[in-house]
């Protein structure tokens, strides 16, 4: 087989929603196991859809995802430019080569003489009509008028579109790695535009001729391009190139956590979670959306969670580097239903990695929240916390969110626990207690636990009265970590010293 080339192929028309870094992910992992290259092409040929500052943000998105591409706009590469207003220059030879094959022709229409067509297509009993082979002989264009009025209304300037000649009854096939053959009838197909009055392309057009002229050997997309597929073999063909029409792959569609439709940005804002890699502002609006990366993600987490909605490995393997999804992707394993959206799952994937990490890692990052709360903490401390809190965070923030008391302590206490666990006779088990753990020299977890086990045993009293008031006292809280585990990292002192501002603030018992 020839070289593996592969293009993610956006249009900077707002943020990316995560099924298109699913795309450029899979795009990503099929060069990658092919030894092949990967190209990121901003298609941005419909200008009046173009947003400020979509392109940086499909970069920094990608990015940050660790997708890396071999070419395009920022890397450069030998078959740019990567931007196809850039190569605006390029496409117009070829639309009109179509023309001149007889596979496309000029169309002067106005959009009051499209409207009227529909209407008269609509009165005649044509639900939803088009601009085809029936109707194209009714209207403003080159097959239907004289050549000498056609070369007029050119040189007068006037504006004109070019759209291709869709055969009559054709069936046009392709074999998607996904979904086998798929078949249309070119009955079923319109006369699309592919060349603008405005001098510039349609994404059918310039998707083709950069395909071919940037030596494509697969597209990999999403199922929304499955319809266009069909025109863009037929534009293979007519432009002499059906020898290098490229393998098509269409992935399914990420869906509602309920299944039932796809993905939005709505359902996010509905249910409380971010559809986009990183957040993003509306330049018009002002309006901010959630990100993966803002909302505490890890992004390998993120990209793992992504790689299993519509992949599937074979095996009951969840976690997956990306060097490991290099080694295992293949396209024949990805469905043809849509994948549902987890929530849950995403979360879960997250504190997989969070407990991945090593509590030196987590410090270095819980400082940084340390530091915006202006908390001081060694670091030697900080990896202590780390490795306490570590199986019951989601993210690195739950750490200081559910942990401040590390560092902090506790200025109120949980009231609904000091009702029911504060009794009358706690106060006299918290001093005497106090005194033992004062005898302590060596302040370890076990130690203290050991202390505290005696204590209750000589007493004759159970864990569940006196471990909740000396957990409330340490952490204002409770539940957490193993409390002995708490005490010793805070240490005696500091464990003394909370358990007597307890006995001096509570005052509830019954
Ligand atoms: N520009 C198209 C998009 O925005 C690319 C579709 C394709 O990959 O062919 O998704």
């Known amino acids: 087989m020839s070289e593996v080339r592969v293009r ?15 795309t450029a992910l899979y795009n990503y992992l099929f060069a990658k196991s092919k030894g092949g290259r990967i190209i990121l092409r901003i298609e941005d040929t419909d200008q009046a859809r173009f947003v400020e500052g979509a392109e940086e943000y499909i970069i920094d998105s990608l990015k940050w995802s660790g997708i890396e591409f071999d070419e395009s706009v920022v890397h ?20 009109e080569q179509l023309v001149k094959d007889g596979f496309a022709y000029y169309a002067f229409d106005t959009s009051e003489e499209l409207s009227a067509m529909r209407e008269r297509m609509k009165t005649a009993g044509v639900p939803s009509p088009q601009y085809n082979a029936f109707t194209r002989t009714t209207m403003q264009n080159s097959l239907a008028l004289s050549e000498d009025e056609v070369s007029k209304r050119i040189d007068s300037g006037e504006p004109y579109v070019i759209r291709i000649k869709m055969p ?128 505490g993600y890890i992004s390998s987490a993120f990209i793992n969670m992504l790689s299993l909605l519509g992949w599937n490995p074979g095996t009951e393997k969840e976690i997956f580097s990306m060097d490991e999804l290099i080694q295992s992707f293949t ?82 206490y949980d009231a609904k626990i000091i009702r029911k666990k504060w009794k009358y006779d706690t106060p006299k088990y918290m001093s005497e207690l106090m005194s033992r753990i004062e005898g302590i020299s060596d302040f370890t977890s076990q130690n203290i636990e050991e202390v505290f086990r005696l204590y209750l045993k000589e007493n004759e009293i159970g864990m569940g009265s006196l471990l909740p008031p000396f957990r409330i006292s340490l952490t204002g809280l409770a539940v957490g970590p193993s409390l002995f585990d708490i005490a010793s990292l805070l240490g005696k002192e500091e464990t003394i010293k909370r358990m007597k501002t307890a006995l001096n603030s509570i005052q509830q018992w019954d």
């Open 8 to 22: 993610f192929a956006p249009s900077p028309t707002g943020p990316l929603h995560i099924g298109g870094v699913r």
């Open 168 to 295: 009559r009854n054709e069936e046009v096939k392709l074999n998607d790695i996904i979904r086998g053959w798929v078949s249309v009838n070119t009955n079923n197909m319109d006369d699309k535009v592919i060349f603008k009055s405005d001098g510039m392309p349609t994404y059918h057009l310039a998707n083709v001729v950069d395909d071919y002229s940037m030596k494509i050997s697969h597209v990999i997309r999403g199922e929304e391009w499955l319809p266009s597929a069909p025109l863009h073999v037929l534009l293979y063909r007519y432009l002499g190139w059906e020898d290098s029409t490229p393998e098509f792959a269409h992935l399914p569609l990420i869906l509602k956590p309920d299944g039932h439709g796809k993905l939005s940005k709505r359902d996010g804002d509905r249910l409380g979670f971010p559809v986009f890699p990183i957040e993003w502002k509306n330049p018009q609006t002002g309006e901010i959306s959630l990100g993966y990366r803002e909302s």
């Open 76 to 95: 450069g590469g030998d078959y740019g430019p990567y931007k196809q207003s850039e190569r605006k220059a390029m496409y117009l030879p070829y639309a």
């Open 331 to 412: 396209l024949e394993r990805v469905g043809k239903a849509g994948a549902k959206f987890d929530f849950d799952k995403t979360k879960w994937f997250n504190q997989q990695y969070l407990r991945a990490k090593t509590k030196e890692e987590l410090a270095a990052e819980l400082q940084l929240i340390l530091k915006e709360h202006r908390v001081e903490a060694n670091d030697s401390f900080v990896a202590a916390v780390c490795e306490q809190l570590k199986e019951r965070a989601t993210f690195i923030k739950d750490m200081w969110d559910e942990g401040k008391y590390y560092f902090i302590a506790p200025t109120s």
